[in-house]
């Protein structure tokens, strides 16, 4: 079956510092990848997707490319800010009718930046 | 303004009792999924439907149930069997394999 593996957490890191939050994956078709963002009591929010190999998904500042021969999907932000503390998730959605379009996420991320 | 909406946002039952929660969207999107979040864990997947009038269970369905006779509404009821309900639920609708919309969430207690 699919399966997403993210980087554990906590991270913490001071304003201004470089992010990476690695993430691999398995999955048995072509699969979707997505970086979801959610912060304290709230729901999930898309961050970046990527449809394809190659793809780089980018916003707000984060990018991550889908790379199909190491199956990662890694985070990455040159300057974090103190806003961007919050709880990252890595994503996969597939296409095959066994899956049912579910998506699988990895346990999340926590990240918190200090000033 | 197109999105999902649960309700109510917090929650408090009594042992025994059932309790339903609200997800409606007005994205006009066909799968909608219920998932569970327990303090500093992950997603866990309880239910998901990908067109009106049928649905399956997920990784944690025991003590459950769910509905979806309208498209635009998936509610979920945590019934009595569900022995340690206290959670962060999230509902979430998608156009299939796309990415997902998350609701706002409801805190569920167990008093």
């Known amino acids: 079956g699919n399966s997403v593996t993210q980087m554990e957490g906590p991270v913490t890191l001071s304003e201004e510092a470089f992010l990476t939050i690695n993430c691999t994956y398995t999955a048995t078709g072509y699969p979707s990848l997505f970086w979801y963002v959610q912060y304290p009591g709230e729901g999930l929010q898309l961050l970046l997707k990527a449809t394809k190999a190659d793809d780089k998904g980018s916003n707000k500042g984060f990018e991550a490319t889908y790379r199909k021969e190491t199956t990662s999907f890694h985070l990455e932000k040159g300057s974090v800010q103190v806003s961007d503390s919050a709880v990252y998730f890595c994503?996969?959605?597939?296409?095959?009718?066994?899956?049912?379009?579910?998506?699988?996420f990895g346990d999340g991320t926590t990240l918190t930046v200090k000033p | 303004d197109g999105g999902i909406t649960q309700s109510p946002k917090y929650l408090f039952r009594k042992e025994g009792q059932n309790v339903t929660l609200s997800c409606e969207q007005n994205l006009n999107h066909d799968a909608m999924y219920w998932y569970r979040q327990d303090p500093g864990q992950g997603l866990r997947l309880i239910y998901y439907?990908?067109?009106?009038?049928?649905?399956q269970k997920g990784d944690i369905a025991e003590g459950y149930s769910v509905s979806r006779e309208k498209k635009e509404s998936f509610p979920l009821t945590v019934t009595s069997a569900q022995k340690n309900p206290t959670a962060f639920y999230l509902c979430?609708?998608?156009?299939?394999?796309?990415?997902?919309?998350f609701g706002p969430g409801t805190r569920l207690t167990v008093l």
């Open positions: 979430a609708s998608s156009l299939i394999s796309n990415e997902q919309f």
């Open positions: 439907s990908q067109i009106v009038n049928d649905f």
């Open positions: 994503a996969l959605s597939d296409h095959l009718n066994t899956n049912a379009g579910k998506s699988t």
